[in-house]
């Protein structure tokens, strides 16, 4: 039987679980060592031989770990002769290969390097698998074999040598599972400890030692564990500890802050651990660090609380229906609202009797219907009339409806509530907010028709209600102005003033502006500013003070005003001045006749004298001329006068035809109402310009109204109509004023606007005649229009100023 084919011949199991046992010993291709070497060693020279060998069988090749008498590393393992020895139980000796039947044609054994005589034994790994062999050599074949002694030397070598492999393997395995309990103690979050019998620390996990914040082991070595536990966690750990001591496991939960104080709870194991006499001889404690669990159950817990209160202060009741079975389970809440006994079978019949009538109907839709709607979730508020006492009460309902898989309906749950008194707070609040409603709106179309503007602030003067008519006074918008302080609603001055008050006003609660009526300058947004009258009052509300300004534009009222005043003193000077003026024109006219004549008859009488002769004559003379030229005096004198008259108020300018006409009305009319007069203008869109002097034609209108107005004292009848059209191509505008009063006197209707006409008692008659001076000239004409108890219609014209002739004048 050739080598190769011995080799091959081992068994497959055999084989296979060898391989595994040699790996297992981590040896292959391992640098030599001296423990194997000396084995080797002392093999070959113990048995007196040239060669020696330790060797593994690995797959398919022999390799040595320890040789002596050759170089080779390995061979393959169908050539070895180990391969035969490593199956055999015991020592194998072949005196001389040569003669062996299995060897013989070994290439070691027919050529170099001619191998003869060969003792092997098989070496074991722990479990009896023979993984390697230990070898000697000799080229020299030993028919005689070994010597007793020899063969017991191999013998020892090779349990030496086994004995060694145990205690690396078992090296090995101690440091791999060092390691990985390292590993595991390390990266645990679990705070692992392991006590003396005494509870005295003696390890800590890495990781232990972060849980509990320890910089490192050795700071606590030693320490007594049940120190770390207080209060009644103290006597839990010391329980845990006495029943781990027993041989038993110790749990509990516990409070322990970690060494920098931080709050932690923990949930602690304590296990003995057994010594070899089966007997504990240290603790294991491990403690979970279930701080955020913790706060998990306890807000839990919590939150179970509040719903339990809340179910208990609400009265909330919770009731829940089987819709399969037709079970129905209610709380004792929910059987204190429907009034129904604890022991009472709730059934469809009885909850729906109890609904008032008129919500019965929709209950039975919603909450009692097998057909869903878009929505599981339903909201019922109706009456009940309460089983037990009978009572009119209104219960809010909201319910659940939850579906099998195929979305049938299988349970219906839900809460119901008693909103009785939110229902009629409601109704209350509803009737109140109505009237408030109303009061408001009326109170809105008070201040809507009221002119004046108002503006609310607060105590600190920032403003918090803005009204229609503010916004038209001072062109704020409200949202512009709200927020924002009263005080930009004045000038500077008044601004510093104002906010002196609010402080003193805060301070000792003295008021100033609040005396009503105050008369202040109002600045509005573009910065004009104009005059106003306020009136404050001050309000509580909701407990805080505010102020009510009413505050009215004094702008119109106010120029109104000095404009009548400025004009009536210039009227009455022109009036004056006119009056005189028309006297001494008529005075100047009738005297001139007298001086005329005065003068003729003085020139007759020169001429007598001259054919007079006589002491006197020359003084008579003389007198004479002296009466001529005093006479001629007087008429230059008239003259004069009437140059001045004619001169009259001659500054002339363009000026708009409505203003003058509602100026002088405004000012004839004073006290037109008291006397039961309607007034009624009837002036173009456009307002003409007129080239006049503004105080003359005043003048004119003045003296129209005033006369019409006292021809209307005595008729019932009392209307004056002041009217202007443009007429001639928009070149002349025409003015009429005209009343219902008795008309013209006959007397006065020739002589009308001549000087000293007059009906009147104490008239002057100067008035038409003077309008007559003026209007003409203006280059326009006065006339008038009466019959007798129909009224009269004074008219008169003017020119009126074109838009190309006002461009020109401006040109110019
Ligand atoms: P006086 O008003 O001083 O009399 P006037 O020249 O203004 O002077 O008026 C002259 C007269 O013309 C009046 O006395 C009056 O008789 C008459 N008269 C003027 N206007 C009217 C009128 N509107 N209705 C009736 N008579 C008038």
């Known amino acids: 039987m050739a080598i190769s084919s011995f080799s091959s011949s081992i068994p497959g199991p055999a084989n296979t679980n060898r391989v595994a046992a040699v790996r297992d010993l981590h040896i292959l291709d391992t640098p030599p060592e001296d423990v194997f070497d000396d084995a080797v060693l002392i093999a070959a020279q113990a048995c007196q031989a040239p060669m020696g060998s330790i060797g593994f069988m690995a797959e398919g090749r022999h390799w040595f770990k320890a040789r002596i008498g050759f170089d080779a590393a390995e061979i393959p393992a169908d050539l070895s002769i180990c391969a035969y020895t490593i199956q055999q139980p015991d020592l194998t000796v072949i005196p001389d290969l040569r003669e062996h039947p299995e060897f013989r044609h070994n290439p070691f054994v027919t050529e170099e390097p001619q191998l003869r005589f060969y003792a092997g034994i098989a070496l074991r790994d722990g479990n009896g698998v023979p993984v390697g062999t230990l070898t000697v050599v000799d080229r020299e074949p030993r028919p005689e074999g070994l010597s007793q002694v020899q063969e017991r030397t191999l ?49 800590m996990s890495e990781g232990g030692c972060r849980a509990m914040e320890v910089g490192a082991f050795a ?56 010594g070899s006499d089966g007997k504990p001889d240290g603790l294991l404690a491990i403690s979970r660090d279930i701080t955020g669990l913790q706060h998990v159950e306890e807000s839990l817990r919590q939150s179970e609380e509040r719903l339990r209160l809340a179910i208990e202060t609400t009265g909330l009741g919770i009731w829940d229906l089987n819709v399969l079975t037709g ?34 109907e929709d209950i039975i839709q919603t909450a009692y219907t097998n057909q869903l709607g878009d929505s599981l979730i339903f909201t019922n508020t109706f009456r009940i009339i309460r089983a037990d006492t009978g009572q009119e009460r209104w219960i809010t309902s909201v319910g659940h409806t939850l579906v099998d ?29 109505d009237d408030l409603l109303r009061q408001t709106a009326h109170l ?9 503007a108002m503006v609310v ?86 407990g805080k003070l505010f102020f009510t300004a009413f505050i009215r534009d004094l702008t119109d009222r106010q120029y109104t005003e000095k404009r009548m005043q400025e004009l009536q003193s210039e009227l009455a000077y022109m009036s004056r001045l006119s009056a005189m003026g028309e006297m001494g024109s008529t005075l100047a006219h009738e005297v001139n006749q007298p001086l005329t004549a005065i003068t003729g008859y003085l020139k007759g009488c020169g001429m007598i004298l001259d054919r007079m002769d006589g002491e006197y004559v020359p003084m008579l003379r003389q007198g004479m001329e002296g009466a001529a030229e005093e006479a001629l005096r007087a008429g230059e004198v008239i003259r004069h006068l009437r140059a001045f ?46 080239l006049v002097s503004r105080v003359q034609i005043q003048q004119v209108l003045l003296n129209l109204v005033r ?93 009126v100023v074109r838009e190309e002739e006002l461009a020109e004048a401006a040109e110019e």
């Open 155 to 203: 013998l020892a070598l090779a349990r030496s040598i086994q004995r060694e492999m145990k205690l690396r393997k078992a090296e090995r395995e101690l440091a791999e599972k060092t390691e990985m309990l390292d590993r595991l103690h390390a990266s645990s979050e679990d705070c692992i400890k392991v006590l003396d019998l005494e509870g005295r620390l003696r390890f």
């Open 707 to 799: 006369n019409a107005m006292e021809a209307m004292q005595d008729v019932e009848e009392r209307d004056l109509n002041i009217k202007a059209e443009v007429e001639d191509q928009g070149s002349m505008v025409r003015l009429s004023v005209k009343d219902t009063g008795t008309g013209l006197a006959p007397s006065v209707q020739e002589r009308l606007f001549t000087p000293f006409t007059t009906t009147k008692q104490t008239g002057m008659g100067v008035g038409l005649s003077i309008c007559r001076t003026i209007i003409e000239a203006h280059g326009g004409k006065i006339w008038a229009d009466s019959a007798p108890g129909e009224g009269t219609t004074f008219y008169f014209t003017l020119k």
């Open 327 to 360: 079970e129905r389970q209610w709380s004792a809440e929910a059987r204190e609202l429907f009034g129904f006994a604890p022991d009472t079978v709730i059934t469809q019949d009885l909850v729906l009797e109890c609904i008032h009538p008129e919500d019965r």
């Open 405 to 433: 898989k195929d979305g049938r309906p299988t349970r219906r749950l839900g809460i119901a509530q008693d909103v009785t008194h939110h229902v009629e707070a409601e109704v209350a609040l509803r009737g109140s907010q």
């Open 645 to 690: 008259v004619a001169r009259g108020e001659t500054d002339q300018e363009v000026e708009d035809l409505r203003k003058l006409i509602e100026e002088a009305s405004a000012l004839a009319l004073a006290g037109a109402k008291d006397k039961g007069i309607k007034v009624d203008f009837d002036l173009p869109h456009e307002s003409p310009k007129v």
């Open 444 to 452: 809105q179309s008070i201040l809507a028709t009221v002119p004046d």
């Open 457 to 542: 602030s607060n105590e600190k003067g920032i403003i918090t209600s803005f009204s229609a008519a503010a916004v038209k006074m001072f062109g704020y918008e409200p949202e512009e102005i709200i927020g924002t302080s009263v005080k930009f609603l004045m000038p500077v001055p008044y601004r510093d003033n104002h906010e002196g008050f609010m402080h003193r006003y805060r301070q000792t609660g003295e008021r100033r502006i609040t005396e009503s009526g105050r008369v202040a300058v109002a600045q509005r947004k573009d910065g004009s500013t104009f005059p106003m009258e306020v009136h404050l009052g001050e309000m509580e509300s909701g």
């Open 219 to 274: 700071d606590i070595e030693g320490c007594d564990w049940l120190d770390f536990w207080t209060g009644p966690t103290a006597d839990d750990a010391r329980r845990a500890v006495l029943r781990a001591k027993l041989g038993d496991t110790g749990r509990f939960r516990g409070f322990c802050p970690t060494l920098a104080g931080t709050p932690k709870w923990w949930d602690v194991m304590v296990t003995p651990i057994l």
